[in-house]
């Protein structure tokens, strides 16, 4: 327990790190899709969880912002851990419409959470997935593991 602890903390701060020094150096985003350009962003869903409930590590990554090379990385590296059983359960029940409007940054997005129960306690662990509607489709601009 404490070598999984050690280990998500030592991926989360370096995920941290990473991502700061990443957002100083990047200078072109993706620009957000006005409302008069339709897009069907849920196929772009649908096509996501299919990969989840697949396991489909490759083409779960391609969902990953380019922008953020540093949010692949750390999804690339701790797939098996974030995209457990209980994972796989709870997104094979959600739709695209089922997502939650919010901001991230001060931009809108849609997030999507799992949080973790034991013996019928919700428990304080989570995972929060933030995805930004763009001209090429739905991507993956953040995600957030608490313990």
Not at 75 to 100: A, C, G
Not at 132 to 143: A, D, H, N, S, V
Request: glycine residues 2%.
């Amino acid at each position: 327990m404490y070598k999984t602890k050690s280990f998500l903390v030592f991926i989360f701060s370096m995920f941290v790190m990473c991502s700061c020094i990443e957002k100083e150096t990047q200078k072109d985003e993706i620009k957000t899709m006005d409302s008069s350009t339709e897009h069907d962003y849920s196929q772009d869903w649908d096509n996501f969880k299919e990969a989840i409930l697949t396991r489909d590590k490759k083409t779960v990554i391609t969902f990953v912002s380019n922008e953020n090379k540093t949010l692949k990385y750390v999804i690339e590296l701790t797939y098996d851990y974030i995209f457990d059983d209980v994972f796989v359960d709870v997104i094979s029940n959600y739709n695209y419409q089922s997502l939650k409007e919010d901001t991230l940054n001060g931009k809108p997005c849609k997030s999507f959470m799992v949080v973790y129960y034991k013996n019928e306690k919700k428990v304080e662990k989570g995972n929060y997935f933030y995805f930004e509607k763009t001209p090429i489709g739905l991507r993956m601009i953040e995600y957030i593991s608490q313990e």
